[in-house]
């Protein structure tokens, strides 16, 4: 049966970054990560899966076997954990993965290291355990001071939202999607 009742869209209100279009918000329906790590191994599969294709390079930066995991099932390549203790390697990577916040670094210090391995077009996914409101903003502004575009934000939630029901979101984890991109991105020489 098909919905007559069409909606419309929100208007997006407010901007992250002042000047720059708000980005698109896309709910993944994940389980919380365990105590002490950073994400669940569903999310790993979604991110792996959805930012890159086989063969591709991914830097793993976060805590927990999870990406791992999701790395060698998609058969892609990756300096896998060993990566913050030896440097990132001399390839440029499509995908870097990371929690927040980093250590050894100062934000913009950070992105700008990210940016400079990343492939154009590659993206850099932070994750951040939701709750702190100004935090995605923090890190939007670091990001594009280095040069980097903000690509997507999407929210982890435990319960996917039900069709027709008003339900509020477990929101547990925020990802933040920032990309190399080949036009202005701010910062730098993006």
């Given at each position: 049966?098909?919905?007559?009742?069409?909606?419309?869209?929100?208007?997006?209100?407010?901007?992250?970054?002042?000047?720059?279009?708000?980005?698109?918000?896309?709910?993944?329906?994940?389980?919380?990560?365990?105590?002490?790590?950073?994400?669940?191994?569903?999310?790993?599969?979604?991110?792996?899966?959805?930012?890159?294709?086989?063969?591709?390079?991914?830097?793993?930066?976060?805590?927990?076997?999870?990406?791992?995991?999701?790395?060698?099932?998609?058969?892609?390549?990756?300096?896998?954990?060993?990566?913050?203790?030896?440097?990132?390697?001399?390839?440029s990577a499509t995908l870097i993965v990371t929690g927040w916040p980093v250590a050894d670094a100062s934000s913009v210090e950070f992105f700008l290291r990210c940016r400079a391995h990343l492939v154009l077009g590659g993206c850099v996914a932070v994750l951040l355990a939701h709750g702190d409101v100004a935090l995605p903003v923090d890190v939007v502004i670091a990001a594009k001071r280095a040069g980097l575009a903000y690509l997507q934000h999407i929210v982890a939630a435990d319960r996917p939202p039900r069709r027709g029901q008003h339900a509020q979101l477990a929101i547990h984890t925020d990802v933040l999607i920032l990309t190399r991109s080949a036009i202005g991105g701010g910062g730098a020489d993006g």
């Open positions: 049966m098909t919905d007559r009742n069409h909606h419309r869209a929100p208007v997006p209100v407010g901007d992250v970054v002042p000047g720059d279009p708000p980005v698109p918000i896309t709910v993944w329906p994940v389980p919380a990560p365990h105590e002490g790590e950073t994400m669940s191994n569903a999310m790993g599969v979604r991110l792996v899966h959805n930012l890159t294709h086989p063969s591709d390079l991914i830097v793993d930066l976060v805590e927990g076997p999870q990406l791992a995991r999701a790395v060698i099932a998609a058969h892609r390549r990756s300096h896998l954990q060993a990566t913050r203790q030896v440097g990132w390697g001399r390839e």
